[in-house]
């Protein structure tokens, strides 16, 4: 039986991790490694070192998960769970115990989850709709505005995502606006968010020993930008329990207020709820970014894709003088297998982390320790060549398919953007709902052309994006 030949005991032989060469002495692998690009470093590596393998930092041992031969194994829920480990840790000092970052054992993971998963369904869905979109409808009139009398007016791109899906989770999670797309200076809100987290994910990719002399500066701001991003969403929490009228509120902020967590009968308390609407800003804005940016690359490259994008639009809403609905959004079988292909290539979560319950062996023959952290890199594991073929680096939303993916049943494992078992995305639909109505809307009113000199760089942070990607707008000149 399975579980016997992966026990310790019964292992004949264990093996040494595979690792780079040229490890030295003390650093271990230091000098492998890409300090500002730390994933893809790791993605290069699994091309020579396989599906698994170790990096050496001084004194800290990380095991990398690149195969899907491997990464079965690590999704198996019994033998292995989320681990909270930096960069996560760091993350914590924003949004402790809220859904993303609470520790298995921390009972408002629980709590919470049965709260919100009803916040996540198809129904609650339908009520965020029409808030999504205005909010795209909001960029639309932004963009035309840019390029009104501008013509080879470029936008950047992965900025502009970042708006909008931060208004989409402002107002509906918790009917607040960031005034995104007014033209004055930058909302404190915003300014502190943004700094918080771009000095969470520098100060969790740098190389230990120079992290105090870098930090520096960042460490003296860092509070102060918690405790105002504390005190704003404070201040909205206090508003709605006194002014709030539920009737009207299907927000996520009113859910929770209102849902006790069926399984205890509580409700969650203030500081969770703040908690958790930290963590939706965190986990649910620049996620969904990045993927429309990569896939507005990708649609300004390929003019077969925008086509049959396009002819997909001409079918499931023909008549653009009404509002698209969230029935139709559902229609576009085409558009979404370009965010699938999109989040193949270029999951926003590029990586997470895994450990084993207890001590345990993997492929008959490497010993993993219980609790020893396990990075599964999905931008390796997304192009395994043994799941997705020689050419998995190209870019081609037939992949998905249902023939195709029907073609993979023996590989559901091979493709995780999500993430995996009880701590997998809750924001999944929502972020699919959007991400799939924001495309609509912008390739039906825009032509984007790309800057012939760019070649796609991807900038990492705790999500990633496409480094600098500026295009070119024109309006669109329909018959
Ligand atoms: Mn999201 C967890 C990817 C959009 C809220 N999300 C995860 C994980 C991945 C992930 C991967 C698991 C991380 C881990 O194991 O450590 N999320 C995405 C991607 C998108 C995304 C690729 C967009 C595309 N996520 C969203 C949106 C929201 C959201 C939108 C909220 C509205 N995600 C979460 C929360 C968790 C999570 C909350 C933590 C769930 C839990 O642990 O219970």
């Not at 918790?174 to 005034?179: C, D």
Request: proline letters at 6%; charged letters at 25%.
């Amino acid at each position: 039986m399975a579980t016997t030949d992966r026990s310790v005991k019964d292992s004949p032989m264990l093996s040494p991790l595979p690792h780079p060469s040229g490890r030295l002495p003390i650093l271990g692998d230091v000098l492998k490694l890409s300090p500002s690009t730390p994933v893809q470093g790791e993605m290069r590596m699994a091309q020579d070192l396989g599906s698994i393998f170790e990096i050496k930092i001084i004194a800290d041992r990380l095991v990398v998960v690149a195969g899907a031969d491997i990464a079965e194994e690590i999704f198996d829920e019994s033998r292995f769970a989320k681990a909270i480990v930096s960069p996560l840790t760091k993350v914590r000092q924003i949004a402790k115990d809220g859904l993303f970052t609470a520790y298995n054992s921390e009972p408002n993971w629980a709590k919470a989850h049965n709260v919100l998963a009803p916040a996540f369904s198809k129904t609650a869905m339908r009520s965020y709709h029409d808030t999504m979109v205005e909010c795209v409808t909001d960029l639309v009139t932004y963009w035309e505005r840019s390029i009104q009398g501008k013509p080879g007016g470029a936008v950047g791109v992965p900025g502009d995502m970042n708006k909008l899906t931060l208004e989409i989770i402002g107002r509906t999670g918790f009917g607040y606006e960031f005034n995104s797309f007014a033209a004055e200076a930058t909302d404190p809100f915003v300014a502190s968010m943004s700094r918080a987290l771009s000095h969470v994910s520098s100060s969790a990719n740098d190389i230990p020993i120079l992290r105090d002399i870098l930090g520096y500066k960042g460490i003296r701001q860092f509070p102060k930008d918690v405790e105002l991003l504390q005190s704003v969403v404070d201040d909205v929490i206090t508003a709605r329990r006194r002014g709030g009228s539920p009737e009207q509120n299907t927000d996520l902020l009113q859910r929770m207020l209102d849902t006790p967590d069926p399984a205890t009968g509580e409700l969650l308390t203030d500081e969770n709820i703040r908690y958790q609407v930290l963590t939706f800003l965190v986990a649910g804005h620049e996620t969904t970014a990045g993927v429309l940016a990569f896939a507005l690359h990708y649609l300004s490259l390929d003019s077969d894709i925008l086509t049959r994008a396009r002819a997909e639009i001409d079918e499931v809403w023909p008549d653009r003088s009404q509002v698209i609905t969230f029935d139709q959004v559902a229609k576009f079988r085409y558009i979404r297998r370009i965010v699938d292909e999109t989040l193949r290539l270029w999951p926003s979560g590029p990586a997470f982390f895994r450990k084993a319950r207890e001590d345990t062996v993997v492929a008959d023959k490497y010993l993993l320790k219980k609790g020893h952290p396990v990075l599964v890199v999905l931008l390796a594991l997304h192009r395994d060549p043994a799941v997705w073929g020689r050419d998995s680096e190209h870019f081609d939303p037939d992949r998905f398919l249902p023939s195709a993916v029907r073609a993979r049943a023996g590989h559901t494992n091979a493709y995780k953007p999500f993430g995996t078992g009880a701590r997998a995305c809750i924001g999944r639909q929502f972020a699919l709902h959007e991400a799939v109505l924001a495309l609509v809307m912008l390739i039906d009113k825009f032509d984007f052309t790309p800057d012939p000199s760019y070649k796609l760089k991807v900038k990492e942070l705790l999500t990633i994006r496409p480094d600098g990607l500026e295009l070119t707008l024109t309006h669109r000149t329909r018959l």
